[in-house]
Antibody, heavy 121, light 109 residues
């Protein structure tokens, strides 16, 4: 069974750093893109970026380039999303999901349960 | 970059057919995938590719595309179909980037 299990909710202050995780199991972690999706309170889904754990290739949405860093540890089949200095506007639910993309289109096949990040002074 | 436009809200009577649309230039080159999200839950893939339903998705869900418009059709809407629906497609800038539509809230009356 394919599973993506995300780390628990976080409450942080502006300016603090944070790294959240997404552990995959039941599939070939190294050979599939993992993506991150943001959902701000009461808002829609936003495509943030993807990482290919096999060679740590990353692609970011222009909206998130330079704002977050994606990484992966193949040895523990875990992907990460991190911030060096959080802002209140980073308050959101962050989902990881397995991402498929080819010449015909793309899709997020399997999703994690989401990690709620709250940034407040 | 690309943009995908969805109607913010659509309603359908129980048992009737509803079409949720997604418009954007990238859809002339790429198929859309569709996601259902119920309150407090993670999104779920309901349609991908030409018209592929993942295991467990009822066959009342179907997808199509014409020109720059992708559609998700629910034939015989059920009360449990009330949810937010999002389309996703490739960004025309390449590099496997994707972009979501703004989402459509479906109400089943």
């Amino acid at each position: 069974e394919v599973q993506l299990v995300q780390s628990g909710a976080e409450v942080k202050k502006p300016g603090e750093s944070l790294k959240i995780s997404c552990q995959g199991s039941g599939y070939n972690f190294n050979s599939n893109w993992i993506g991150w999706v943001r959902q701000m309170p009461g808002k829609g889904l936003e495509w943030m970026g993807i990482i290919f754990p096999g060679h740590s290739d990353t692609r970011y949405s222009p909206s998130f380039q330079g704002q977050v860093t994606m990484s992966a540890d193949k040895s523990i089949t875990t992907a990460y999303l991190q911030w060096s200095s959080l802002k209140a506007s980073d308050t959101a639910i962050y989902y990881c999901a397995i991402y498929f993309s080819d010449s015909s289109g793309c899709a997020f096949d399997y999703w994690g349960q989401g990690t709620l990040v709250t940034v407040s002074s | 970059s690309s943009e995908l436009t969805q109607d913010p809200a659509v309603s359908v009577a129980l048992g009737q057919t509803v079409r949720i649309t997604c418009q954007g230039d990238s859809l002339r080159s790429f198929f859309a995938s569709w996601y259902q999200q119920k309150p407090g839950q993670a999104p779920v893939l309901v349609i991908s590719g030409t018209n592929t339903r993942p295991s467990g998705i009822p066959d009342r869900f179907s997808g199509s595309i014409s020109g720059n418009t992708a559609s998700l059709t629910i034939t015989g809407a059920q009360a449990e179909d009330e949810a937010d629906y999002y389309c996703l497609s490739r960004d025309t800038s390449g590099n496997h980037r994707g972009v979501f539509g703004g989402g459509t809230k479906l109400t089943v009356l």
